[in-house]
């Protein structure tokens, strides 16, 4: 087998990665996109504990947030617990939990892009746009989240990214499960400790890297086309 060939599981590995950071970013996005509209604009008590959670991933390792997310949705869990028993729906060591531990890991790199894009929207217009009778939820979809587009794009691209590169948390909340919960950061780590797989780490770091390159390169490259088009 050729170096640049990739195993039956490096191919799994990698098309796992891809469904489940395509998945996480899909089920964040709206919610990343309210969130950033909350703190960006919104006047509530609580703000800053909102705002403390929303960065926590990024200041606590992502073991604790696995292990938090085990106790919480676990089959055992606060939540995971009814929803085991009583709907039948189990994350933990499943793809699906895969995805919602990727997107807790990459839900503040969404929220500060498309909360920065939100900051540089000019009120001014938002404000002609209700002088002449438009609602605020027509002056949301109309004005501000097209104005929006540029961080969105550079939001959901890095959360893809970071998805893609998402190791402790979801080796705490999921394992390490061949076909269902080995995505590309597991399976190189996995890789490392057997015998004669230096050289398929090697492939799926290299790999890792070219994804990740590729995404940072269309996020600028997107979101600096959309701001001169909208400048234009």
Same mark, same amino acid.
């Given at each position: 087998? =050729?170096?640049?060939?990739?195993?039956?599981?490096?191919?799994?590995?990698?098309?796992?990665?891809?469904?489940?950071?395509? %998945?996480? *970013? *899909?089920?964040?996005?709206?919610? =990343?996109?309210?969130?950033? %509209?909350? #703190?960006?604009?919104?006047?509530?008590?609580g703000k800053s504990i909102l705002e403390a959670l929303v960065h926590l991933p990024l200041v606590l390792p992502p073991v604790v947030m696995g292990y938090l997310l085990l106790v919480l949705l676990g089959r055992n869990g606060a939540i995971g =617990?009814? #929803?085991?028993?009583?709907? =039948?729906?189990?994350?933990?060591?499943? %793809?699906?939990?895969?995805?919602?531990?990727?997107?807790?890991?990459?839900?503040? #790199?969404?929220?500060?892009?498309?909360?920065?894009s939100l900051e540089s929207v000019d009120p001014g217009l938002e404000a002609a746009a209700r002088t002449l009778g438009?609602?605020?939820?027509?002056?949301?979809?109309?004005?501000?989240?097209?104005l929006m587009a540029p961080g969105i794009l550079t939001g959901t691209l890095l959360a893809f990214a970071r998805s893609l590169g998402e190791f402790g948390a979801t080796i705490t909340f999921v394992s390490n499960i061949r076909g269902e919960t080995q995505t590309l950061p597991l399976a190189l780590y996995t890789l490392t400790q057997v015998p004669d797989g230096e050289t398929g780490a090697m492939r799926l770091c290299i790999l890792s890297v070219l994804i990740a390159m590729v995404a940072l390169i269309v996020s600028e490259t997107l979101a600096r086309r959309v701001a001169a088009r909208m400048k234009a």
């Amino acid at each position: 087998m =050729g170096i640049f060939t990739l195993t039956a599981l490096e191919r799994e590995a990698v098309t796992l990665s891809l469904q489940v950071a395509g %998945w996480a *970013v *899909v089920l964040s996005l709206p919610a =990343g996109i309210l969130t950033a %509209w909350a #703190l960006a604009r919104g006047r509530f008590p609580g703000k800053s504990i909102l705002e403390a959670l929303v960065h926590l991933p990024l200041v606590l390792p992502p073991v604790v947030m696995g292990y938090l997310l085990l106790v919480l949705l676990g089959r055992n869990g606060a939540i995971g =617990g009814p #929803l085991f028993n009583y709907l =039948g729906i189990s994350l933990a060591f499943t %793809w699906k939990g895969a995805v919602l531990a990727a997107a807790v890991m990459a839900f503040p #790199l969404l929220v500060r892009a498309v909360r920065l894009s939100l900051e540089s929207v000019d009120p001014g217009l938002e404000a002609a746009a209700r002088t002449l009778g438009a609602g605020p939820v027509a002056v949301f979809f109309t004005v501000t989240l097209p104005l929006m587009a540029p961080g969105i794009l550079t939001g959901t691209l890095l959360a893809f990214a970071r998805s893609l590169g998402e190791f402790g948390a979801t080796i705490t909340f999921v394992s390490n499960i061949r076909g269902e919960t080995q995505t590309l950061p597991l399976a190189l780590y996995t890789l490392t400790q057997v015998p004669d797989g230096e050289t398929g780490a090697m492939r799926l770091c290299i790999l890792s890297v070219l994804i990740a390159m590729v995404a940072l390169i269309v996020s600028e490259t997107l979101a600096r086309r959309v701001a001169a088009r909208m400048k234009a």
